[in-house]
């Protein structure tokens, strides 16, 4: 294979994969006039179209779709062992990206990374934050963070974080008026502050649990947020009782801001975990970020 038929073809790789010119000349750092006629050289030369161009989007023919499904574990399969010829390197170097949720993002990956980088400037960490449930090969990510009971079971699943537990929590100018509860069901007669989940639009149903029972309780009250950090604020502001993660309430309980209840409801269970898919040629830097990440309790 000649070094422009290889240049053809990655350039309808990324065309077909992005279904937009645009989207593929940013991703290939090129022009869109320079990569349509590189597609239409490859058309050309194969005889046949690859590609249904319309005003709105670009789709693979049927030839396209043949195409494609024998080129990109070929293409990919070539990156993976190009990325892992930086082990050869003394440094390890390379963009290692990584989706996850904003409290995964503060409280766990920020701390070890910012210890981890400056020993190993060659390596570029790309984080996404997002709550939804991304699909990482999809959208080209090297890893996600999510909690361990939403992880595929065909991904490889790395604990970076220690058991977590949620908190129920009021302020104490809340119970100056109102009572603590003492059981789930004593929620219906206080006002609560709901979360919305930013991946499914639904509000969150707090998850309650005491020996063998487990319960899930909707609440009612006045406000609804989509940011756990707005339904501890309101908390804190006296708006009713709100339900988040321990480790964000901790320090308001110790020094008196906030009143915790129900504790004995709310159990620990797995905390946050890397997940990625198996690749047997991972690149030097995101097996260094892996072990840098990961939980040893």
Same mark, same amino acid.
């Given at each position: 294979?000649? =070094?422009?038929?290889?240049?053809?073809?990655?350039?309808?790789?990324?065309?077909?994969?992005?279904?937009?010119?645009?989207?593929?000349?940013? =991703?290939?750092?090129? *022009?869109?006039?320079?990569?349509?006629?590189?597609?239409?050289?490859?058309?050309? #030369?194969?005889?046949?179209?690859?590609?249904?161009?319309?005003?709105?989007?670009?789709?693979?023919?049927?030839?396209?779709?043949?195409?494609?499904?024998?080129?990109?574990?070929?293409?990919? *399969?070539?990156?993976?062992?190009?990325?892992?010829? *930086?082990?050869?390197s003394e440094k390890p170097s390379g963009?290692?990206?990584?989706?996850?949720?904003?409290?995964?993002?503060?409280? %766990?990956?920020?701390?070890?990374?910012?210890? %981890?980088?400056?020993?190993?400037?060659?390596?570029?960490?790309?984080?996404?934050?997002?709550?939804?449930?991304?699909?990482?090969?999809?959208?080209?990510?090297?890893? +996600?963070?999510?909690?361990?009971?939403?992880?595929?079971?065909?991904?490889?699943?790395?604990?970076?974080?220690?058991?977590?537990?949620?908190?129920?929590?009021?302020?104490?100018?809340?119970?100056?008026?109102?009572?603590?509860?003492l059981r789930p069901q004593d %929620?219906?007669?206080? #006002?609560?502050?709901? %979360?919305?989940?930013?991946?499914? +639009? +639904?509000?969150?149903?707090?998850?309650?649990?005491?020996?063998?029972?487990?319960?899930?309780?909707?609440?009612?009250?006045?406000?609804?947020?989509?940011?756990?950090?707005?339904?501890?604020?309101?908390?804190?502001?006296?708006?009713?009782?709100?339900?988040?993660?321990?480790?964000?309430?901790?320090?308001?309980?110790?020094?008196?801001?906030?009143? #915790?209840?129900?504790?004995?409801?709310?159990?620990?269970?797995?905390?946050?975990?890397?997940?990625?898919? *198996?690749? =047997?040629?991972?690149?030097?830097?995101?097996?260094?970020?892996?072990?840098?990440?990961?939980?040893? +309790?």
């Amino acid at each position: 294979m000649q =070094r422009d038929e290889l240049v053809d073809l990655n350039a309808f790789l990324a065309v077909a994969e992005e279904q937009s010119f645009t989207r593929a000349a940013a =991703r290939l750092g090129t *022009s869109q006039s320079a990569l349509s006629h590189t597609v239409r050289r490859l058309e050309t #030369r194969l005889g046949v179209r690859l590609l249904t161009r319309t005003t709105r989007r670009v789709s693979a023919t049927e030839a396209g779709e043949r195409l494609l499904q024998t080129l990109a574990p070929a293409l990919n *399969s070539i990156a993976e062992e190009i990325a892992s010829l *930086s082990e050869l390197s003394e440094k390890p170097s390379g963009t290692v990206r990584i989706t996850t949720s904003e409290h995964a993002a503060t409280s %766990l990956l920020w701390p070890k990374l910012k210890r %981890l980088l400056p020993a190993h400037p060659d390596i570029h960490v790309e984080l996404s934050l997002d709550s939804g449930l991304t699909d990482i090969v999809a959208d080209r990510f090297d890893a +996600g963070v999510r909690l361990e009971e939403t992880i595929a079971r065909d991904m490889i699943a790395v604990p970076i974080g220690p058991p977590l537990r949620m908190a129920v929590v009021g302020s104490p100018e809340y119970f100056a008026s109102n009572p603590k509860p003492l059981r789930p069901q004593d %929620l219906a007669q206080h #006002r609560c502050i709901n %979360l919305r989940m930013r991946s499914s +639009g +639904g509000v969150y149903a707090w998850e309650l649990e005491k020996g063998r029972r487990a319960l899930r309780v909707r609440v009612e009250g006045q406000l609804t947020f989509n940011s756990a950090s707005m339904v501890r604020q309101a908390a804190l502001d006296g708006f009713g009782l709100a339900c988040v993660m321990e480790d964000q309430t901790n320090e308001h309980v110790q020094a008196g801001r906030l009143i #915790r209840v129900l504790e004995d409801w709310c159990p620990p269970f797995p905390g946050y975990h890397l997940y990625y898919p *198996s690749r =047997r040629n991972a690149s030097a830097a995101f097996r260094l970020v892996v072990e840098a990440l990961r939980y040893r +309790g």
